[in-house]
T-cell receptor, first 114, second 112 residues
């Protein structure tokens, strides 16, 4: 059973460009979470999605960031007009259902903004 | 908001030694999760705890859910070089099975 897949693993963008990060949850999991990790820090929650629905986006910056989890295909975290401060590791996690809080993480996408 | 503080911040130990680390919260948690993260990788779930006082093992790892529900402990027995990494505690915000709060992490280094 494949784990959570994320791509790309590394992404380099220049200031002002767009970054698209993809996440395919574990088979049978319908809940997806995105977290951001700055160097030497813990993970910070960004957004929680179920298929076609955003459940909780309280950790998302108000501007330039968006997330979706369409009926078909991976979840996408989109960052428009990237700035240097967006450089971080972005992790996706999935879980099979609510009620149990275990989340399984992907390998992450390391975003570098030049 | 909820905060999780881990101690120690880092540990340098010799192979074969036992390791203890803890995680404390300013508020009550109903679930404690322990993750390990290696450089360049995502966190890997080690142990999940769901009841106050619960003691759960996974190989050489043992974790406990504190009675006050505001703390948790992780022990590693007979450490080996592959135990190197950062250990994070995490728990869900009270009343919701969604976003996790992560601790500050304990960095473990094992010397031969």
């Amino acid at each position: 059973n494949a784990g959570v897949m994320q791509n790309p693993r590394h992404l380099v963008r220049r200031r002002g460009q767009e970054a698209r990060l993809r996440c395919s949850p574990m088979k049978g999991h319908s809940h997806v979470y995105w977290y951001r990790q700055l160097p030497e820090e813990g993970l910070k929650f960004m957004v929680y999605l179920q298929k076609e629905n955003i459940i909780d986006e309280s950790g998302m910056p108000k501007e330039r960031f968006s997330a979706e989890f369409p009926k078909e295909g991976p979840s996408i975290l989109r960052i428009q007009q990237v700035v240097r401060g967006d450089s971080a590791a972005y992790f996706c996690a999935s879980s099979p259902r609510t009620g149990r809080n275990e989340q399984f993480f992907g390998p992450g996408t390391r975003l570098t903004v030049l | 908001g909820q905060q999780l503080n881990q101690s120690p911040q880092s540990m340098f130990i010799q192979e074969g030694e036992d390791v203890s680390m803890n995680c404390t919260s300013s508020s009550i948690f109903n679930t404690w999760l322990w993750y390990k993260q290696e450089p360049g990788e995502g966190p890997v779930l080690l142990i999940a705890l769901y009841k106050a006082g619960e003691l759960t093992s996974n190989g050489r790892l043992t974790a406990q859910f504190g009675i006050t529900r505001k703390d948790s402990f992780l022990n590693i027995s007979a450490s080996i070089p592959s135990d190197v990494g950062i250990y994070f505690c995490a728990g869900p915000y009270t009343g919701t099975a969604s976003k996790l709060t992560f601790g500050t992490g304990t960095r473990l280094q094992v010397t031969l």
